[in-house]
Structures are given as C-alpha cells and as structure tokens.
C-alpha cells in the first residue's frame, strides 16, 4: 500500500496554521442552500489513526442519498501530518482526506464529516475547511460538542437545541432518535444549517450516527488494520 507523504507546503507550526485558517475562513459560503436531502449522492469520510506507527486512514464511502446504499468507496493512507492541537484537528487529516475523496469513481455529491464546520472556536471546523478546498458542499456532524453551551432537546427524534457561543447560533444538538443522546451538527460550507439538519436526519433512519460516518467509520478502521498489518 502506498503512503501518502504530508504535502510539501504543509503547515507544521500551530502559529502558520492559524494563519491558513484565518486566509481560507473568508472563502466560506453560508447563503446557498445545499441540495435537498435524498437526493443524489451523499459521502461520509473519516479517519484512523495509529499514533505508534505516525500513520492516519482515511476513507471515503458514497451512497445513494435515496436509498442509503453504497455506490463507491476509497481509502487513504498518509503520515500524520500535524501534530495534535485542539481546533486544528483538520491539519492531521486532511492530505489523506483529500486522497480519499480523489481516488473515488462516482461523484461525491454532498460531503458529511465527523467533526465540525462553523461550530468551531474560529468557525472553521473540518467540515469548512474541506469543503473550501474541493468546492463542494460539506455537513459536520460530532458525536460531542466543541466548547459550545447548549439546552438538552427534547426526547423525540428532530427535536433540536441551536449550540451558542456569544449569542449566535453556530449549530445544534440534534436528538436523531427517541431519547438517545443528540449528534451536534454544523453548516461546513455551500450549505444551511437547516438544510445539514434534515440530511443529518435523512442519514439517521435507525441509528444515533449518520449512515455515512458509520460506513466511512468501519472502512478507515479496516484501511489502517491492512496498512499496519
């Protein structure tokens, strides 16, 4: 398997990668709505990490957005390219991020990342920052939210808390089945966050996580299992 050497241009300080984030943030779209939820196609991308061996695993799984079925899948493997700073977890895994998505046949469609977009302390999660990069439209759902203060939604599936930071809404606790604990979801780019919650939900017919993180979950932990074998 071939490993993916961090990009040339790299940042490898927190200081210079501050300042990528600060550049690209002025790029991010908020005003376009995205593309309807069951529509098209639908990709969750994730990654795994093997700290030991300097090693991250990325995989990119697409769906049917319709019928939730897998039309195409790809991974990566590359070397951990920035040192662990919390809010700026992108910087590890991007590059092979990046390879994942450009090594797939079918097209992407809508991105869904686990992590976050503008629910961030600079507003500039994963899911902005890849989707700044490649143009297309990008949805972060976490299993935990970032610093960001929010009410308990209520019990039923769609019900739904905003996360606040300083007064502004910057995502939200979305509860994805009854009385499960919520997923947090934030507009990335190139889409609402109204219209990130539907798709989080369309995602989520069974379990607490989206179909395409689960998917994309499974497939980077079996890419660094093979990689490290």
């Known amino acids: 398997m071939t490993i993916i050497p961090v990009p040339a241009d790299w940042p490898a300080h927190e200081t210079e990668a501050l300042a990528v984030q600060d550049e690209l943030?002025?790029?991010?779209?908020l005003d376009e709505p995205g593309p309807p939820?069951?529509?098209g196609h639908v990709t969750?991308?994730?990654?795994?990490?093997?700290?030991?061996?300097?090693?991250?695993?990325?995989?990119?799984?697409?769906?049917?957005?319709?019928?939730?079925?897998?039309?195409?899948e790809a991974t990566a493997v590359g070397r951990v390219s920035f040192p662990y700073v919390p809010g700026l977890l992108?910087?590890?895994?991007?590059?092979?991020?990046?390879?994942?998505?450009?090594?797939?046949?079918a097209d992407p469609g809508v991105v869904v990342c686990d992590g976050y977009g503008q629910?961030?302390?600079?507003?500039?999660?994963?899911?902005?920052?890849?989707?700044?990069?490649?143009?297309?439209?990008v949805i972060g759902v976490a299993k935990?939210?970032?610093t960001f203060a929010y009410e308990q939604p209520a019990s039923q599936r769609g019900a739904s808390s905003p996360l606040?930071?300083?007064?502004?809404?910057?995502?939200?606790?979305l509860r994805t089945q009854d009385a499960v604990k919520p997923v947090f979801v934030s507009a990335g780019h190139r889409v609402t966050l109204d219209n990130a919650c539907a798709h989080t939900l369309h995602l989520t017919?069974?379990?607490r996580i989206p179909e395409t993180t689960r998917r994309a979950d499974a497939l980077c932990r079996r890419a660094l299992k093979e990689a490290t074998a």
């Open 205 to 207: 017919p069974r379990y």
């Open 25 to 29: 943030r002025s790029r991010v779209v």
């Open 164 to 173: 606040l930071a300083d007064g502004e809404e910057v995502g939200r606790a």
């Open 119 to 137: 629910a961030h302390p600079r507003r500039f999660g994963l899911a902005s920052h890849l989707g700044v990069l490649t143009g297309r439209p």
């Open 44 to 72: 969750g991308v994730d990654v795994a990490y093997d700290d030991e061996r300097d090693l991250v695993a990325a995989a990119a799984v697409v769906l049917d957005a319709r019928t939730l079925d897998v039309v195409d």
């Open 90 to 105: 992108a910087f590890r895994e991007i590059p092979a991020v990046l390879a994942a998505l450009d090594a797939l046949a």
């Open 37 to 39: 939820p069951g529509t």
């Open 144 to 146: 935990n939210p970032f």
